[in-house]
């Protein structure tokens, strides 16, 4: 059974950091595409940040980029994604995600393109 569990939220007060893991278990996604996704109560599940199979290549959304870093290592089946500088408006659920087979950059930024999720872990942020 594939699972991904995802760790490491918490409360931080604005301007603090926190480091999300994900932890997989059951396959290897060592020749997919990972992200990390959120959503914020009563919005839409939005698209933070992505990194190619073999870590080489990382994409962020607009309003994380330059504060936050997507890392994975395939040889402990891990990903993480350090949050610095953080703000209120970064407060969601976080979840992690992984493709099932190798898919085009284009597909990396929709949830409906991945197929394996976490559970979500809460960030909230204090201002």
Same mark, same amino acid.
């Given at each position: ?29 060592? +020749? ?11 919005? @839409?599940? @939005? ?30 089946? +891990? ?11 970064? +407060? ?14 284009? +597909?990396?930024? @929709? ?17």
């Amino acid at each position: 059974q594939v699972q991904l569990v995802d760790s490491g939220g918490g409360l931080v007060q604005a301007g603090g950091s926190l480091r999300l893991s994900c932890a997989v278990s059951g396959r290897t996604f060592s +020749t997919t595409a990972m992200g990390w996704f959120r959503q914020a109560p009563g919005q @839409e599940r @939005e698209f933070v940040a992505a990194i190619n199979w073999s870590g080489s290549s990382a994409y962020y959304s607009d309003s994380v980029k330059g504060r936050f870093t997507i890392s994975r290592d395939n040889a402990k089946n +891990t990903m993480s994604l350090q949050m610095n500088a953080l703000e209120a408006e970064d +407060t969601a659920v976080y979840s992690c995600a992984a493709q099932g087979r190798p898919k085009l950059r284009s +597909t990396y930024y @929709e949830p409906a393109q991945y197929d394996y999720w976490g559970q979500g872990t809460q960030v909230t942020v204090a201002s």
